[in-house]
């Protein structure tokens, strides 16, 4: 019948959910943090030493926060549009470096470590999150050539 292929992809998508919920309760945990904090320091200093700019535009990036909440207290409707598109030019900076340090041979090693322990924290809190995993790779598996594979759950937050 032509509803075939929305079956797996509708449980595909609410497998997926089901993961990212739990990947985000993981990193989120407490018991976790110390790892978040390691893998992001990494990361943190990756970017640095890719960028000199980078230090800076971290502290922008922190400093428009204040500036943003008196422009809304202010009803500054044009300031506050220039702080968010300097926000949005900011984020595809930082997306953009981090992209380049996680492909360091040395930050991957450290972040296929990272994801090892993440996914192992996530199976202490549901110990259901292999199966679902091995779910949605077959799903994936099985989808047609036509349709676009499904993003994977992001490694972090």
Known sequence: ???????????????????????QRAVADPAFKA??????????????????????KKARAEAIKPEVEAARAASDNAKL???AAEAQGLQAYFNGLRQRAIAQPAVAERRKAYVSKLF?????????????????????????ATQAPAPAPASRR
């Open 1 to 23: 019948s032509a509803q075939a292929p929305a079956q797996p992809q509708s449980e595909l998508q609410q497998i997926q959910q089901r993961i990212a919920a739990l990947q």
């Open 35 to 56: 790892e978040v904090d390691a893998f992001d320091a990494v990361v943190d200093s990756a970017m640095g030493a890719l960028d000199a700019a980078y230090a800076e």
């Open 81 to 83: 549009n220039a702080l």
């Open 120 to 144: 192992a924290h996530m199976t202490t809190l549901d110990p259901e999150a292999p199966a679902l995993v091995e779910r949605m790779n077959a799903i994936r598996a099985g989808a047609t």
